[in-house]
């Protein structure tokens, strides 16, 4: 089954940089768009960036030019990469993986259609 699992998230002083990723295995690697997500406490889980089966990238405002998002084969697993620079306090959240096979950059502003999670990783930015 498709299994996603996350690593890499931290405590950070504001301006400083993190890489996010993901170990995806279980699924065909090329029929699957990937995204990162995000959820601070008592708010809604958010879209930060996608990148869809042929490399297509997508951000979330928040994220444009201080976020990207990649994705690498190796030894038969694909892995996912969110590296963030310039973190601000309010990138504070949960960052979740997330995969699925129809939706791509649709699933930055419908996160209710991703049909995969990872268990997710803590990203704490202090002022």
């Known amino acids: 089954q498709v299994q996603l699992v996350e690593s890499g998230g931290g405590s950070v002083e504001a301006g400083g940089s993190l890489r996010l990723s993901c170990a995806a295995s279980g699924f065909s690697y090329s029929t699957y768009n990937m995204g990162w997500f995000r959820q601070a406490p008592g708010k809604e889980r958010e879209g930060v960036a996608t990148?869809?089966?042929?490399?297509?990238?997508?951000?979330a405002e928040s994220a444009k030019g201080r976020f990207t998002i990649s994705k690498d084969y190796a030894k038969n697993t694909l892995y996912l990469y969110l590296q963030m620079n310039s973190l601000k306090p309010e990138d504070t959240a949960m960052y979740y993986c997330?995969?699925?096979?129809?939706?791509?950059?649709?699933?930055?502003?419908?996160?209710?259609?991703?049909?995969?999670w990872g268990q997710g990783t803590q990203v704490t930015v202090s002022s």
């Open positions: 990148i869809e089966r042929l490399g297509r990238t997508s951000y």
């Open positions: 997330a995969a699925d096979p129809i939706w791509g950059a649709d699933m930055l502003r419908n996160p209710q259609r991703v049909g995969y």
